[in-house]
């Protein structure tokens, strides 16, 4: 909370209408102000709505509000099929929505061609994904210079960036090797390097860490916050609780409503919303503490 009991989103007073949903979350309607030269990335009341074969529309994201300023980290979080990766798409613009504005640096991407839009995300935005993508025929240097490929660049200058992001990732010993002479952690660490080459302002990770084991996982984590602390916005999706405690702002979506996670205490969640554990705000946890007792008088 503000020092005036505002509640904080993104590190902004909550301007417009919220409330305590009494679980540990803050309902959101209004708009998150805060100051525009901060402000990377706002979705402005953005729905996602897909049309069934009978031609009932199936309403995936319900309207949702929200900013993403610069060199935050955040964490996407949620059950399978609650919307994440929809989501993830919305803010990438991968996908457009159906009805809203989505606003990158403060120009409307919604009113841009598909042509700038590509522009734009192979220019400012890198990707990292689950299923990492690579070309399994080139080698781990051509496939991060594949991140560069849209750029005026000289071939010499993108071989040369491509080699630096990949010792970035401890894998400049691994420049010729391909993918299937590479582990799974290797994989991504070559994934992520060709998201870093570009020196994007934001990074969209789509469970980087889910293919991965936990020790191998953590590594390719502690890499993208590297990403991150040199001055890129990082926003992950993930199931993992682990994951998601590690970031300072989480946002939990569920039957296509995003909700901010609120609160510094977290006790076990009555169902699992693929997140194990749910944070708690005073109140929240002064009710469940009331209930424990409740049940044991």
């Not at 010729?176 to 302002?201: F, N, T, Y």
């Not at 469970?207 to 992950?236: K, M, R, W």
């Not at 901010?260 to 169902?271: A, F």
């Amino acid at each position: 909370m503000s020092p005036l009991g505002q509640p904080m989103v993104g590190g902004s007073p909550w301007q417009g209408e919220s409330e305590q949903t009494g679980d540990g979350f803050l309902s959101l309607r209004g708009v998150n102000v805060s100051d525009p030269a901060d402000a990377l990335l706002t979705l402005e009341n953005v729905t996602k709505a897909f049309a069934g074969k009978d031609g009932t529309m199936t309403q995936i994201l319900h309207p949702t509000t929200l900013t993403i300023g610069r060199d935050e980290r955040i964490a996407i979080v949620g059950p399978s099929g609650s919307g994440k990766s929809t989501l993830l798409s919305l803010l990438g613009t991968l996908d457009m929505p159906t009805s809203g504005i989505v606003r990158y640096d403060g120009d409307d991407v919604t009113a841009m061609s598909e042509h700038r839009r590509s522009d734009l995300r192979a220019a400012r935005i890198g990707f990292v994904f689950q299923q990492f993508h690579l070309i399994a025929s080139v080698s781990a240097l051509e496939n991060v210079m594949i991140g560069l490929q849209y750029t005026a660049l000289p071939r010499a200058e993108r071989r040369d960036r491509a080699a630096t992001a990949l010792e970035q990732v401890g894998l400049g010993h691994r420049l010729r090797h391909r993918p299937s002479q590479l582990s799974g952690g290797e994989q991504q660490r070559v994934a992520i390097a060709r998201a870093l080459v570009k020196q994007p302002d934001i990074i969209f990770a789509d469970e980087p860490t889910g293919a991965l084991d936990t020790d191998t996982g953590h590594t390719i984590l502690n890499l993208l916050f590297d990403a991150a602390d040199s001055g890129a916005s990082l926003v992950v999706v993930t199931h993992d609780p682990n994951v998601a405690a590690r970031f300072p702002r989480r946002l939990h979506i569920r039957d296509g409503m995003v909700r901010e996670m609120t609160g510094e205490t977290t006790t076990e969640s009555p169902q699992s919303d693929g997140i194990g554990q749910l944070p708690l705000t005073e109140d929240a946890e002064r009710t469940a503490t009331t209930r424990e007792e409740d049940n044991h008088a």
